[in-house]
């Protein structure tokens, strides 16, 4: 089992920059690739961003290429998000998951094992 805790979400304007944590617990953090999804208001759960297993490889939605990075910190066991030029769309609760690391960076929510709860976003215009 891998529980998953999220932090750092709130309410920033437009242009602002917000960094997520996900802190893992339980078996081996540095097994899993790990993955951020988000889910707007009547939205259904989208893919943003995952990490490799080993942080070296990345891969994002197109809607946020180029603001948001991820990056994990194995003396830590957390992996975070850094969203900058954020925008009123990226409003949402934001998701970690753990998948399996054979699977690289995938984007399919099916392919994670474990979610965490979830931490809001609100970006205001």
């Known amino acids: 089992q891998v529980q998953l805790v999220e932090s750092g979400g709130g309410l920033v304007q437009a242009g602002d920059s917000l960094r997520l944590s996900c802190t893992a617990s339980g078996r081996a953090f540095s097994s899993y690739a790990m993955g951020w999804f988000r889910q707007a208001p009547g939205k259904e759960r989208e893919f943003v961003g995952a990490i490799s297993w080993t942080g070296g490889n990345a891969n994002y939605a197109d809607s946020v290429k180029g603001r948001f990075t991820a990056s994990r910190d194995f003396s830590k066991n957390t992996v975070y998000l850094q969203m900058n030029s954020l925008k009123p769309e990226d409003t949402a609760v934001y998701y970690c998951?753990?998948?399996?690391?054979?699977?690289?960076?995938?984007?399919?929510?099916?392919?994670?094992?474990?979610w965490g709860q979830g931490t809001q976003v609100t970006v205001s215009s």
């Open positions: 998951a753990a998948a399996r690391r054979d699977f690289g960076t995938p984007m399919s929510s099916g392919l994670y094992d474990y």
